[in-house]
């Protein structure tokens, strides 16, 4: 069975929630709805506060071309733009709405039945794509229709389709792929041709034999789509190391996939395309995980953005009394929160109740140089020694070892049987090396 | 509802592994190796052990309460691994106070002074070894035979009918010291050096219990098979052309491979984490270095061994490869 080639750990799976179906959540009071929920310009309001709104109404438009338009998640009326604690810690501008009934924009089909077809040009699928606000739903919330835009002279070859989910824990992306998998191979297709790819490749770890067996079945009258059965090895759903796993091409650092032909897109994403582009229906709900240990009815839920995660918590059960830690995400590459009014945005895949024993780090001692970093790291750099270029300030140092390759994957701080808090060193090191490679350029 | 969370940056996660989890995984390695030194070598082996955990425990406990003033780090096992480590190192019959020393050499000068634990440049128990061999060279060079030979030389005196004629009766050379000396035909078979049934340092001899400590290690995934690997293959390799071309002068490469400090200082002396190199590749380089050194000092130098000091040399050599040996990068290059 295929994986990547270099480093990568094995933590405990602990998918709770693996056999607990997809359950629609009830509609909040009130939806915070965030006006920045992806990676680059923020967006620009477009409704006041009074304004009346419907279910997939636009309410905030792209602010460039690397943005994402965003919609309304729920019907009713503008409370306030104010902000609001988000998952990042810091405060952001949010749309406030008070919530009354469920009323849907026009045009949205809203019958599950499944939509083949799709005679649309490419061009008029991206644009779909663009208008629905779609971003990368694995959680880096890159615009998606930006992927599908290779820049000139470069040609996408291949789509690779990311169904790995190898954070522990969640289970989102595959209860999507057991539930909604024909509707999956119509949005890989779609995106095939929106791509003019005539090859597909799924990526599936192998801890979900079902999701793979029930893929392979529905992917059988299309040989152009290949679903492969990947080991298990953290952090396979890293794009890069996605690529290498399915592909053997490593995308050359500093570079994008489109680099080697490859793009990539979650199965989060693709069932997003889907109804975008079959159902006319924005980004404007997900899939999200809510576990932990200690919660009496964890599951798999579809939340419209804006809920409050408290409210998400409050669904699975109450947050127990032994919580010491909320993650908005996995344990490896998710953020802690502060406040539980943080709302739910295209990005958050899971929301992740820690108890108090297993929240505290371990104190942390000496290095002791026993290299299991350097042998853990998916990009193959030297942990250590960036953090200690990192701990001493020496940014110029630590760019030549390659500091800008680091993913924030976490596997060299899981690892370290020192308790080194080694990512948080190498995070303050990319913005320090980052900023002066930007210095440097003006 | 109090929001009273742990606010930290991911991961959020961590393995379990700790410092003292693989120390204490070495020392159980090490285990078979000192089951070997007790039935060789009897109560002395376990004295000398006994002595040397406990003044290296008590140096560090001291040196960190008195002179560092910070938290005591005894706990952490890497203490009690350079006492027994040491002791590995010496012969079974030395005197009690120069075992302290030799902890004192290991803990206060080759360690703490440096800070501690994963500070430190070269092995502690080597530098305490080398510190007692050059400062007490009789003592350090004067070898017990194992029991089993001294039961053999009884009965063989018991049918000579000679009695009390040989007065060196319980010690004698180690292997090493009779392939220095020309004398090849008197050397042990290989399944006394196998087991362990020759003169030397108390832990070193057995090299059949020191491969299963190894065994275990690499199947705990402590250690890799990188430097022990590189180590006796390139001792192999290179003692193997020497005897190739003169027969007559250099011992075949198998009695290099079971004699004197090798396999322990392949297994458990090199691998320490500290003093030796990040990359596999580094790795691979500083195991051919200490495999190379180790032949030539054996077979050229004034010392009959050399691994000590051939590891001792990589050790400081170290910093050096970890400059220019980096680990495979993800993408480096394009074509």
Redesign the interface.
Known sequence: MRTFT?GG?H??ECKLTAGKSIVEMPLPKQAVVLLGQHIGAPTQAVVEKGAVVKTGQLLAKAGGFVSANIHSPVSGKVNKIAEVVDAS?YPRPAIFIDVEGDEWEEGIIRSDKLERECKLEPEEIVRKINEAGIVGMGGACFPAHVKLTPPPGKKAEILVVNGVECE?YLTADHRLMLEKGPEIIVGIRILMKALNVNKAVIGIECNKPDAIELLQHLAQPYPEIEVMPLKMHYPQGGE?QLI?ATTGR????G?LPIEVGAVVQNVGTIFAVYEAVQKNKPLFERIVTVTGKSLTNAGNFRVRMGTPI?ELIDFAGG?PEN?????S?G??????????DAPVAKGTSGV?V?DEAE????QA????????C??A??????P??LGALSEHKDWEGAEK??MM?CI?C?CC???????R?L??YL?IGKAKVGALIRSRKQ | MANNFYVSMSPHFHSGDSVSKNMYRVIIALIPAFAVSLVFFGWNALLVTAISIASCVLFEWLIAKFLMKRPCTICDGSAILTGLLLAFNLPSNLDWWIVVIGALVAIGVAKMSFGGLGNNIFNPALVGRVFLLVSFPQQMTTWPKTIFQMKVQEAANAISGASGAVADATTGATPLALIKAGQFDQLPSYLDMFVGNTGGSMGEVGAMAILIGLVYLLVRKTITWHIPVSIMATVFIFAGILHLGNPEAFVDPLTHLLTGGLMLGACFMATDYVTSPMSKKGQIIYGVGIGVLTVLIRTFGAYPEGVSFAILIMNAVTPLINVYCKPKRFGRLKK
């Open positions: 270099i750990i933590p405990p810690g522990p890069k290498e490593q995308v050359p650092s570079c408290k947050l919580a010491g830690k909320v993650i995400g344990p490896m590459m998710g953020k802690a929160l502060a406040s539980l992740l820690m929240s505290k780090r371990g001692s000496d290095c002791i140089r026993c290299a299991k350097v042998s790291c998916p990009m193959g750099l030297e250590y020694l070892v390659h390759d924030e976490g701080t899981f690892t370290c049987p020192a308790n808090p990512l948080d995070r």
